[in-house]
Structures are given as C-alpha cells and as structure tokens.
Nanobody
Framework: QVQLVESGGGLVQAGGSLRLSCAAS????????MGWFRQSPGKERDVVAA????????YYGDSVKGRFTISRDNAKNMVYLQMNSLEPEDTAVYYC??????????????WGQGTQVTVSS
C-alpha cells in the first residue's frame, strides 16, 4: 500500500509559478513510477507528467512541455511538479499517482486526494 498526499496548490496569476509536492508513505516508493494528473470540471483526468522509478525517463503532456518540470527524491519519498508560466487553462485539480505504469493501461494503482490549482487571468 502507498498513500499519497499532495500539497502546494493555490491561487496564482497568469505567468506565475507554483510547486506541487507529493509525499508518499511506505518503504517501496522507489518501486513505483510516479505521475501528476489533472482534471478540470467537465473534462477527463489527463496525465500532466510522469517519471520512472529511477528518474531516468520523464514524460510530459504536450500542453505543459517547456513549462513544467517533474522530479523525485527517492530518499525522501517525494515527487514534485514545478509549474512555471502558468496559464488560466492550467486551472484544475492536480493529482499525484503511483503505479507500475502510470501513462498507459492499466494506469496508476494509487492516487492522492488532489490539490486545487487556480490560475487567474
């Protein structure tokens, strides 16, 4: 079992930055790929970024490439999402997720409760 707790969301003006953090419980954190997903009202939950167990392989969704950076610290059981040049379209609930694979079927095995990010224009 892995429990995930996100933090760092909030309200920011367009062009600003936020850093999301995800704290994971358990001693098997480094066994899981990690990802950040987001969902806004009326839309499906989409993957924003993902990182492999060692951090050597990283994926970004097209809409965030060049603006967001995912990273992980296996010693601290933490994963981060640095979000720069935020746009109103980035407004969503952001979820941390863990799994054997997170970007393809069957998808993550564990989810956090989500943290709201709101970008004002």
């Amino acid at each position: 079992q892995v429990q995930l707790v996100e933090s760092g969301g909030g309200l920011v003006q367009a062009g600003g930055s936020l850093r999301l953090s995800c704290a994971a419980s358990g001693r098997t954190f480094s066994s899981y790929a990690m990802g950040w997903f987001r969902q806004s009202p009326g839309k499906e939950r989409d993957v924003v970024a993902a990182i492999s167990r060692s951090g050597s392989t990283i994926y970004y969704g097209d809409s965030v490439k060049g603006r967001f950076t995912i990273s992980r610290d296996n010693a601290k059981n933490m994963v981060y999402l640095q979000m720069n040049s935020l746009e109103p379209e980035d407004t969503a609930v952001y979820y941390c997720a863990a799994g054997v694979v997170v970007t393809t079927t069957p998808g993550p095995d564990y989810w956090g409760q989500g943290t709201q990010v709101t970008v004002s224009s």
